[in-house]
């Protein structure tokens, strides 16, 4: 899936299987189960990452300093690449309660994931939202 060049720290093996919109350490747990990680410290970040990784999932925080979860999920069904358009996108917040899983699933995410996640959890999701 990734045939072209990639910018320096973006790995891939086929295609990367998770971009993180959480920071460079956000999936140690998936990475040591043997995906490929693209870590990105804002919601912009990730949406230009995106087309260079070719991810199956996204994970994104809800709650981003700037451009938030909701607005990465909306710019990522906006764009004219219809593989990267329909990727799925996972939520992770911390506001558990206060940012409830059926409004995740309303706006559109694949599922919502309240923090802090366990990591098989947040693999057997991952995996899920893959189709795997």
């Known amino acids: 899936m990734t045939d072209g060049p990639r910018p320096p720290g973006l790995t891939s093996r086929e295609a990367a299987e998770r971009l993180a919109a959480e920071g460079p350490n956000a999936l140690p747990g998936a990475r040591r189960r043997g995906a490929d ?3 990105a410290t ?11 990784a070719r ?8 709650a981003m300093r700037g451009h938030d979860g909701d607005w990465l999920l909306r710019e990522i069904r906006a764009l004219p690449d219809p593989a990267l358009s329909a990727v799925p996108v996972v939520a992770a917040t911390a506001y558990g309660r206060s940012h409830p899983a059926e409004r995740t699933r309303a706006a559109g995410f694949a599922t919502h994931l309240a923090k802090p996640v366990d990591p ?3 693999c057997r999701v991952i995996a899920a939202a893959a189709g795997r």
């Open 120 to 122: 098989e959890l947040l």
């Open 55 to 62: 991810p199956h999932v996204v994970l994104s925080d809800i």
């Open 42 to 52: 804002s919601a912009p970040e990730a949406l230009a990452a995106l087309g260079q």
């Open 37 to 39: 990680v693209v870590a």
